[in-house]
């Protein structure tokens, strides 16, 4: 049974930073996704098995940076400068197949999934 445990959410003024953090059962490609309310849940950030390579949505580019210990088999997402926008309830997840260099932006490509966290950013 794989699980995943997120933490690190919180409310935070516009500007602010806030540290994501997610720990795994085991070792996988991880990604974090977001789902603000009536919208769809969207992709943020991934990285791949070794953490040699990270891909990030347009949308937290330069703001955001995903990173991992796996010897903790954890995952973290390190947010600055954030806006009202980022408001949602931030979700790690994972997929234990892939390429080692192969991007896994939707959400059908993983295979499991935290419970998530919220992230409220005011004005």
């Known amino acids: 049974q794989v699980q995943l445990v997120e933490s690190g959410g919180g409310l935070v003024q516009a500007g602010g930073s806030l540290r994501l953090s997610c720990a795994a059962s085991g070792r996988y490609y991880m990604g974090w996704f977001r789902q603000a309310p009536g919208k769809e849940r969207e992709f943020v950030a991934a990285?791949?098995?070794?953490?040699?390579?990270?891909y990030y949505a347009d949308s937290v580019k330069g703001r955001f940076t995903i990173s991992r210990d796996n010897a903790k088999n954890s995952v973290y997402l390190q947010m600055t400068s954030l806006k009202p926008e980022d408001t949602a309830v931030y979700y790690c997840a994972a997929s234990d197949s892939g390429l080692p260099f192969e991007l896994k932006k939707s959400p059908g490509e993983y295979d499991y999934w935290g419970q998530g966290t919220q992230v409220a950013v005011s004005s």
């Open positions: 990285i791949t098995w070794s953490g040699g390579m990270t």
